[in-house]
Every structure is written in C-alpha cells, then in structure tokens.
C-alpha cells in the first residue's frame, strides 16, 4: 500500500543573524491511506514549518517529500502546485472564507478554478456542508455564521476537490472548547467517511488523543506514541 505521505530526512535550516536555527534535522515520518494522525508539540515547535513542508508550502533544507507515490523534490513550482491543488486539502487555524460569498458559493470557487462546471460544483459543495451540518445555511455569507459554522465550511472547501491528503493547523484554535469539540468531532467523521489521509497539528492533548495515532514534535524530532500526557 502507497503511502499517501512520506517525509524522509527531512531538515530545515533558517538564517539567524549570521548563524542558522536548525528546526529539524533528519525528520522522517508515513502517512497511510486513511489514517488520521495527529501532530502535537507546544506552540513555537515547528508544526506549523512541518505542515508547510508536507504541502509543498515551503521547501526543506534537505530531505525529501513523497506524495501518493511522487518524489517531489526535483519538481518545478507549476508541478508542485499540480500536486497540491489535486492532491493535498487545507485547514487553517482562521477559515480564510471570502466575506463577499455566501456559504455555498466559497466551496463551489476552488472546483471551478480546477476546472468542474459550476453545477457539479454546486451539487458537491452542498452534499459536503450538508455533511457537516450547514445544509441550511447554505446561502449565509461568513458574517452570517458562527466562528465554528464558519471552521465548517472551511473543511468543506478544503474537500471541495476530493484531495487524498488533508492537512490541518490547529483547526479548532480559535473555537471556544464546546464549539470546538463539536467542529473537530465533524472533521473527524468526515475525513474518515471520505477515506482521506490526515494530518492534524494540535496543542490540545485530548483531541490528539481521539486520532488513531500521535506525533509528538519535541527539538526537532518526532517521538511516536499513543500515550500522551492529559
């Protein structure tokens, strides 16, 4: 079985005065079809770096990136973008949704810039929110919805284009805790329905502790374990 995802040796290096700071270094991890792993470490302690990596958003040092079987490495940016536009889904911290549409019409955008007429776009966009509970709120526009209906059609445009790869940032950030045991417990039930490898970068312990497996980011390594501290 491919892995959906594969990080091998992975280092990454930033300019610091007129030294480096070294952020990983020989950083290595897989990602199978389906599994949901969750990302943990403290704030400050490179998830967000690592997130960006594994998307094609910014490039290691050294090391090499494999998505759904492709060594990325030695791409030009057009094909990465390919790769990231057809492959790999999105989840931020803030939604990032359009203030000008509607709910409906910020998940039926990303499939027409990726070439789906707008009525088959439509129709997925609202079979996903009507997934993830919104399928009356459909016409709102963003100032319309709460902070956690808002995080849902966030999920539901990073699906819009069936990625295999899901990659999430604190997504439940900026919730309050029922708000965002609510919003998690959604993208949770609707990655696994949709068969989509995850990866999801989280401080929250309890909600790691509900993914099928745990990455704990700790001095630029990653520690596997399923027993996290509460």
Known sequence: MTDVLRLDNITRLYREGEGQLEV??????????GEI???VGPSGSGKSSLLHIAGLLEAPTSGEITIAGAATSK??????????RETIGFVYQAHHLLPEFDALENVVLPQMIAGRSRADAAAEAARLLGVLGLGKRLTHRPSQLSGGEQQ?????????????LLLADE?????????SGGVFDALIAITRA????????????????????ALLLHQGKLIEGTQLPR
Request: glycine letters at 4%.
């Open 152 to 164: 849902r059609v966030a999920i539901a445009r990073a699906l819009a284009n069936k990625p295999r």
């Open 171 to 179: 997504p439940t950030g900026n919730l309050d805790p029922k708000t």
């Open 37 to 39: 792993v969750a990302l």
């Open 24 to 33: 990983f270094s020989g950083l290595s991890m897989s990602l199978k079809p």
């Open 194 to 213: 949709e068969g989509l490898a995850a990866l999801i970068a989280t401080h929250n312990f309890e909600l790691a502790s509900r993914m099928d497996r």
């Open 75 to 84: 791409l030009n940016d057009t094909e990465r973008t390919r790769i990231r």
